[in-house]
Antibody
C-alpha cells in the first residue's frame, strides 16, 4: 500500500524559503513521475510541479517558475520542493502525489501546510 | 491553458438520489480526464481516470463518461458517505488544471 508522507511545512515570512519533503519506501520510487499539488485555504486544487522518475524532465505552473524547484533523490525514495521568494498567495496545503503515466494523481499524501505571512 | 468548468458549483441532494456533475474543458482533451472526491480536512481521492475507468476499490455506483470537451460524473444512488466536494482534472497538456469543484450537500 502506497503511503506518501510530507514534511517541512510551517510559517515563513514573505520573501523567505522553505523546503518540503515527501517519501515512501513501499514502491519502486524511481519508476514513477511524482508531483506537488496545492490547495489554498477554502479554495480548490492547483497543480504545482511534476518530475519524471529519473529526474530528467520537470514541469511547473507559471506562477512558481523561477521560484520553486522540484527534485528527487531516488536512493532515498524522496521527493522535494524547494520554495524560494515565497509570497502570501503561496499559502496552502501542499500535497505530494504519485502520478500515473496518463497524468492523473493516483496516490496522495496527507498534506503539509505552508503559511506565508509576516 | 485549458480551463475546466464544473457545474453546478453546489448540488443539494438526498440519499438514494441519482446525481450528475458536469465538467467542460475549454478545448478537446480526448479522454484525459480524472475525477476526485475530497472530504473536509482530507486529501483528495481518485475515483475515475481516463474519463470512464473506475479506480480500484471505488464503489460501482460511481461512473464517468464523455470525451473531447464535455464529461460527466454520475452517482447512481447517493449514499451518506458521498457528501463531499468533487473535482475534475485534465492531463491532456501542461499545465494540468482542475475544475473549481462541486460541493455535494
Amino acid at each position: 500500500e502506497v503511503h506518501l508522507v510530507e514534511s517541512g511545512g510551517g510559517l515563513v515570512q514573505p520573501g523567505g524559503s522553505l523546503r518540503l519533503s515527501c517519501g515512501d519506501s513501499r514502491f519502486t520510487f524511481s519508476s514513477y513521475w511524482m508531483s506537488w499539488v496545492r490547495q489554498a485555504p477554502g479554495e480548490g486544487l492547483e497543480w504545482v510541479a511534476n518530475i519524471k522518475g529519473d529526474g530528467s524532465e520537470k514541469h511547473y505552473m507559471d506562477s512558481v517558475k523561477g521560484r520553486f524547484t522540484i527534485s528527487r533523490d531516488n536512493a532515498k525514495n524522496s521527493l522535494y520542493l524547494q520554495m524560494d521568494s515565497l509570497r502570501a498567495e503561496d499559502t496552502a496545503v501542499y500535497y505530494c502525489t504519485r502520478l500515473d503515466r496518463s497524468g492523473y494523481f493516483e496516490y496522495w499524501g496527507q498534506g503539509t501546510l505552508v503559511t506565508v505571512s509576516s | 491553458d485549458i480551463q475546466m468548468t464544473q457545474s453546478p458549483s453546489t448540488l443539494s441532494a438526498s440519499v438514494g438520489d441519482r446525481v450528475t456533475i458536469t465538467c467542460r474543458a475549454s478545448q478537446s482533451i480526448s479522454i484525459w480526464l480524472a475525477w476526485y472526491q475530497q472530504k473536509p480536512g482530507r486529501a483528495p481521492k481518485l475515483l475515475i481516470y481516463k474519463a470512464s475507468s473506475l479506480e480500484s476499490g471505488v464503489p460501482s455506483r460511481f461512473s464517468g463518461s464523455g470525451s473531447g470537451p464535455e464529461f460527466t460524473l454520475t452517482i447512481s444512488s447517493l449514499q451518506p458517505d458521498d457528501f463531499a466536494t468533487y473535482y475534475c482534472q485534465q492531463s491532456d497538456s501542461y499545465p494540468y488544471t482542475f475544475g473549481q469543484g462541486t460541493k455535494l450537500e
